[in-house]
């Protein structure tokens, strides 16, 4: 079982910028397909982006699209988002998760596609 810790969550302003990092062990992780998930109170986590195992293909919500880029380094096992331009839709727990898929550039965009998850950081965006 792969495990995952994030890091980097915090209080910021409207505006401003955060980068979310994940660690993982207990696997391979150039052959894991990663993705971010966030989730508010009372409502579905929600997709935020996916990335390849190799990087080559990566996903991103429709809300996201434009302000966040996902990023790995498969030599630090560490999995990262960068999230630019944030507004108060965007406070809510961020989690990683990881699958192992048959081939390089699979990405999931579901929930269920993903075996392994991170306990979550908490992003607060200040209005």
């Known amino acids: 079982q792969v495990q995952l810790v994030e890091s980097g969550g915090g209080l910021v302003q409207a505006g401003g910028s955060l980068r979310l990092g994940c660690a993982a062990s207990?696997?391979?992780?150039?052959?894991?397909?990663m993705g971010w998930f966030r989730q508010v109170p009372g409502k579905e986590r929600e997709f935020v982006s996916a990335?390849?195992?190799?990087?080559?293909?990566?996903r991103y919500g429709d809300s996201v699209k434009g302000r966040f880029t996902i990023s790995r380094d498969n030599a630090k096992s560490t999995l990262y988002l960068q999230m630019n331009s944030l507004n108060a839709e965007d406070t809510a727990v961020y989690y990683c998760a990881a699958t192992a898929p048959f081939n390089s550039v699979y990405v999931g965009l579901k929930r269920n596609e993903y075996e392994s998850w991170g306990q979550g950081t908490q992003v607060t965006v200040s209005s």
């Open positions: 207990g696997g391979t992780f150039s052959r894991l397909a």
């Open positions: 990335i390849s195992w190799d990087g080559s293909t990566t």
